[in-house]
């Protein structure tokens, strides 16, 4: 057991799951509801608003499939 | 004329049937014409959640194809006479649970009730477009928990898209409605705060429905909460949301708008 390990057994999940649904749904809100029936919808979750990339930050290692393919 | 009220979540087993039942009846209670819709066709619950699965003769399907009148088809509620519930069919077909259908009956129950509140199915097929597809109000149940979390945004999406409100370039209200929610785990830091879910979703809150026992016994004895355990506090959390829901405009989201949801607007304000 190092370090490491010790402060992530002890970091609460809570954090991670809403770091990881704010990535997942900034990018749902463009591209899954763009089907053609979710259009009026998806025009205006802000289509143009650029990608807010938790993983630009190196410490973070969340991937993003629509960013990263 | 009656409001349209969706009672609506993306995921199964949330609590929908529960809060369609406690809400109903707590409206009810407060001298409101409520007629209650179950819309899960194949797999209907409300009849039991309501201790009324012993009076179902007739159904929704029954109503649509025109094999029974509507008065025929609702079971009044025997503790609240102004409660009523339309049954979901049981075994027929949902080819039945038709667009045209549903609409005549809504427009029906509009003009003698004062709430039409409809309990969705799960998932984002035919009974849950057509549970939404009337609404002016929608109540979004949610759990403080990953899934429940996208699936809701997701309904939020088809609320603003595929109601006929949306179609009419007018809004669906809608309401959040946060259920099972434990708050020593939220303060342990084992799932979402309040704060965290309205950030991320951004409908304003209804209320917070604690996770109970209660529940379970009320649905155990055939009794919404509201009427089975009315002291216990998910039934004093119902009855704030109906206080709500019948009056007060709700300002909470403006203050608690956080960075995601300015960033991520599901629509541009
Ligand atoms: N506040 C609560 N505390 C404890 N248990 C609850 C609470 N709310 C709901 N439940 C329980 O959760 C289960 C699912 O509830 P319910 O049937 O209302 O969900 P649902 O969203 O209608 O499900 P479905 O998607 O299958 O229609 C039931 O066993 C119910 O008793
Ligand atoms: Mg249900």
Redesign the interface.
């Known amino acids: 057991m190092n370090l490491f390990s010790f402060f992530k057994k002890n970091t ?4 991670v ?2 770091e ?3 990535v ?3 990018h ?2 463009t591209i ?2 763009g089907g053609e ?6 025009r ?3 289509l143009s ?1 650029p990608c ?1 990339r938790p993983h630009d930050k190196p410490d973070r290692r969340l991937r993003c499939a629509a960013c990263d393919p | 004329m009656a409001k349209v009220l969706v009672v609506t979540s993306g995921k199964g087993g949330v609590g929908k049937t529960t809060s369609t039942a406690a809400l109903g009846a707590a409206l009810a209670q407060s001298g409101q014409k409520v007629a209650m819709i179950d819309f899960d066709v194949g797999l209907r619950n409300l009849d039991l959640i309501m201790g009324a699965e012993r009076r179902v003769v007739y159904d929704l399907i029954n109503v649509i194809k025109g094999d029974a009148k509507i008065e025929q088809a609702l079971i009044r509620d025997k503790r609240v006479e102004t409660l009523h519930l339309l049954p979901a069919s049981q075994t027929r077909d949902k080819d039945n649970l038709t667009d045209e259908g549903v609409a005549r009956v809504i427009e029906g129950l509009r003009e003698k009730f004062d709430w039409i509140i409809c309990d969705s199915p799960a998932g984002i097929e035919r009974g849950a477009t057509l549970a939404m597809r009337h609404a002016d109000v929608a109540v979004v149940v949610t759990n403080p ?2 899934s429940s ?2 699936d809701s ?2 309904i939020i ?2 609320l ?3 109601t006929l409100k ?2 009419n370039g007018e809004q669906v209200e809608k309401h959040l409605l946060l259920t099972r929610y434990d708050a020593a785990r ?1 303060q ?6 309040v704060e ?1 879910v309205l950030d ?1 979703l951004s409908i304003p809150l209804l209320a917070i429905i604690p996770e109970s026992t209660e529940v379970l016994r009320s649905s155990n004895l055939g009794a919404p909460v509201t009427l089975g355990s009315p002291n216990s506090a998910p039934a004093r959390a119902y009855l704030e949301a109906v206080r709500k829901l019948q009056g007060e405009t709700i300002v909470e989201v403006q203050k608690q708008r956080g960075l ?1 949801s300015k ?6 304000a």
């Open positions: 609460t999940s809570a954090p799951a809403r990881r649904l704010q997942l749904l900034a749902e809100r899954v509801g029936s979710d259009l009026v919808a998806s205006s979750r802000r608003q807010v | 928990e990953v979390i996208r945004d997701r999406g088809m603003d898209s595929k949306a179609e939220a342990r830091g084992e799932i979402l705060k965290d991320i995601f960033l991520f607007a599901r629509r541009a």
